[in-house]
């Protein structure tokens, strides 16, 4: 099948549960998707990736799938998502959903039935005895205190990489990979493009669950592209993906381009492509809760190694915002800059080569929230790191650590308009709204012909046109260089330069010598004049980007 389409297309990732509450209840849903389809549009979006909309208990919002082949009644049925589909396909949008088979809710049927050590669907799980009046094995969880939990009623452990209610799947089981294969068909059968898959890199466990030897997040070594991900990830792609026109991106958390290239290159890759997050670490090592001050250098390295280590043999993912982590104009931007900074951070990522993705509300410049006490917060990662936080530290000095770590950040409803609830809803919403939604709203800034939404829009038309952003080659220039991020593209003899400004403070920039700026055409730019010289000097967070013939 011919899937490439998805490598010219601009994709938005819809968390449904905060983008636009149609029915009034103050939840999120499919009727506001449906209204704002013409939006999505209008931006020049081809493609929605849904975050999990399925009947879930929420324990992990929607990440916790007690009913496959559903729609959770907070977010409408069946039918109103097969009129989102039809109508997005009318629009020439894509969409595809959320694939979370690394688990599934511990009150979905399967494991509800796992319970009874004699049911068919025991080894659906990983059940085990413990060893010790302890777990079966040393493994954490990323957001419980340990990877397993007890079960008195058959004196036994389950596991879970994640929550407690996230109880892993052992797909070393033929009759669960059928089970995946079967709700794959389901969504594809109804029409849905393609999948994005939920940390598929966890999914195959080692034989025997053996002890960790890692000192950090033990039992990662082992399960992280573990010994069977390839086979597996095949034979989804051999019985079903091959005989759909459809694609798949996989989450691949603390994915390098050596572990990467595997599952993305060759005649029948794994995947299409993957979502790997070293570019996400610009400020933090690893997670977001092991902050350091943002360094650009390293940022720029994690982009150029992933667009110099994929060219030619990989098709790599553009983003710089997901549901998972905080806003980026808050990281590695500037909220008194604002919209100078969301423009730079924009052209920074949306002109280098692959697939952009761009997160509900990025588009307006949303921003982080500060909510006065932890009872606000509803991300069970955060309240974990809460906890563990208050057992060596005093509260007030762990609940700032919280407010600009938690994925809550990203969670706020979407600011449509400066009305109450920031236009999401007439009821109150069941989470916070930014405080900021007066200024920072999709109606006002529709008004303001400089806004960072129509910057969204120009780019994202001019990037669906232009042959060199989509094809062409990438190189950097100086890398070192701590305020500013520079990078050429090239095709076919015409190039971009792209010049963006990290920093409130000046830099200077020469531009390289062969480049001559008064042929050049200057296509984008974050301040309306055009200088004349051969040298400039940076304005806050000032970005500009010349198309030029070679
Ligand atoms: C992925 C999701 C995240 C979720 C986790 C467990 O990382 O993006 O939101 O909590 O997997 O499903």
Redesign the pocket.
């Known amino acids: 099948m011919n899937n490439e389409w998805y490598k010219d297309r601009v994709f938005y990732q819809i968390w449904p549960r905060s983008f636009r509450d149609g029915n009034n209840d103050g939840i999120g849903d499919l009727y506001g998707v449906y209204e704002s389809l013409d939006y999505l549009k209008s931006l020049g979006i081809g493609g929605i990736w849904f975050?999990p909309l399925y009947p879930s208990p929420n324990a992990?919002?929607g990440?916790?799938i007690s009913d496959y082949k559903n729609i959770h009644p907070d977010y409408g049925d069946l039918e109103i998502f097969r009129k989102v589909l039809d109508k997005a396909h009318e629009l020439d949008i894509k969409v595809i959903m959320d694939l979370?088979v690394?688990?599934t809710s511990d009150e979905h049927e399967w494991f509800v039935k796992s319970r009874d050590e004699a049911s068919p669907y025991r080894d659906y799980y990983f059940w085990r005895k413990g060893k010790k009046n302890g777990p079966p094995n040393n493994w954490d969880s990323?957001?419980a205190k340990d990877a397993w939990s007890y079960d008195p009623k058959t004196d036994a452990y389950y596991l879970h990489l994640?929550h407690e209610k996230?109880v892993d799947l052992n797909m070393d089981n033929p009759k669960v990979r059928e089970e995946v294969k079967d709700i794959m068909r389901f969504w594809l059968d109804m029409g849905v493009d393609g999948f994005r898959e939920?940390?598929i890199t966890f999914i195959s466990k080692p034989e025997g669950l053996p002890d960790s030897i890692s000192v950090a997040q033990r039992g990662i070594e082992l399960f992280d592209s573990g010994p069977h991900i390839h086979e597996y990830l095949q034979e989804f792609r051999r019985d079903v993906l091959d005989h759909y026109d459809c694609f798949v991106v996989g989450?691949g958390?603390m994915m390098s381009v050596r572990k990467a290239l595997p599952y993305l290159s060759g005649d029948h890759p794994d995947l299409d492509l993957m979502f790997h997050f070293q570019h996400m670490e610009g400020d933090c090592f690893f997670t977001d809760y092991v902050p350091h001050p943002f360094s650009l250098v390293k940022l720029k390295h994690a982009f150029s190694h992933w667009q110099n280590a994929l060219e030619g043999k990989a098709w790599n993912t553009l983003y710089l915002e997901?549901?998972?982590h905080p806003r980026v104009i808050s990281r590695y931007g500037s909220e008194k800059y604002r919209t100078e900074s969301g423009k730079s951070l924009a052209v920074s990522y949306m002109f280098q080569k692959g697939t952009p993705f761009v997160y509900q509300g990025q588009e307006i410049g949303m921003t982080n929230i500060k909510l006065p006490d932890i009872s606000d917060y509803k991300d069970c990662?955060a309240l974990k790191h809460y906890e563990a936080g208050i057992r060596h530290k005093p509260k007030e000095k762990v609940l700032p650590k919280i407010q600009k770590a938690t994925?809550d950040n990203a969670r706020t409803v979407m600011q449509w308009s400066d009305e109450p609830n920031a236009g999401f809803s007439t009821a109150a919403p069941w989470f916070a709204v930014n405080p900021n939604y007066p200024e920072v709203n999709v109606e006002t800034e529709e008004k303001d012909p400089d806004s960072l939404l129509h910057f969204y829009r120009d780019l994202i038309h001019y990037r669906t046109q232009s042959e060199i952003v989509r094809y062409g080659t990438y190189k950097e220039f100086e890398p070192l260089n701590s305020k500013l991020y520079i990078y050429e593209r090239e095709y076919e003899g015409r190039k971009l330069l792209v010049l963006c400004s990290f920093s409130e403070k000046p830099a200077k920039y020469s531009f390289p010598k062969n480049f001559d700026f008064r042929k050049a055409k200057l296509i984008f730019a974050n301040y309306a004049d055009n200088p004349s010289t051969p040298v400039i000097q940076t304005r806050p967070y000032e970005c500009r980007v010349y198309e030029y013939e070679k």
């Open positions: 975050s992990d919002y990440y916790d979370v690394n688990h990323f957001f994640f996230q939920d940390v989450e958390p997901n549901h998972d990662m994925r």
